[in-house]
């Protein structure tokens, strides 16, 4: 009998420990940036086609090191948790990573959250 209700309490322990797992649900997707302050990218969204849907603005954290001149019509990938506030621009609720790839020298800058 005490060999079954041991069984029990960690078959109870294991699925609560497997219920408790996290939610590491995210969102990368392509901006293109449309205005750059000292601070701050407004970048609007890239769709799947490739158009830039320039209502659909949001505003960033500029995170980028001031070697890596961020200039207007770049394009950027973020990578966030997909809860978007509604501001104007629309801001992202966590940020996790931003990513700018340049085509004249082929490196990328990641700048991730601290």
Request: glycine content about 6%; aromatic content about 8%.
């Amino acid at each position: 009998m005490k060999k079954y209700i041991a069984l029990v309490l960690i078959l109870v322990c294991v699925l609560g420990l497997v219920g408790c797992k996290a939610d590491s649900k995210s969102s990368v997707e392509d901006f293109v940036v449309m205005e750059v302050t000292e601070n701050n990218l407004v970048v609007s969204k890239i769709v799947e086609d490739g158009k830039v849907i320039e209502t659909l603005r949001y505003s960033v954290p500029n995170w980028f090191n001031p070697n890596t001149e961020i200039k207007e019509g770049y394009k950027i990938t973020i990578k966030h948790n997909g809860i978007v506030l509604e501001t104007d621009p629309m801001q992202f609720a966590e940020i996790i990573s931003m990513e700018y790839w340049d085509k004249e020298t082929g490196l990328s800058t990641v700048v991730i959250a601290d």
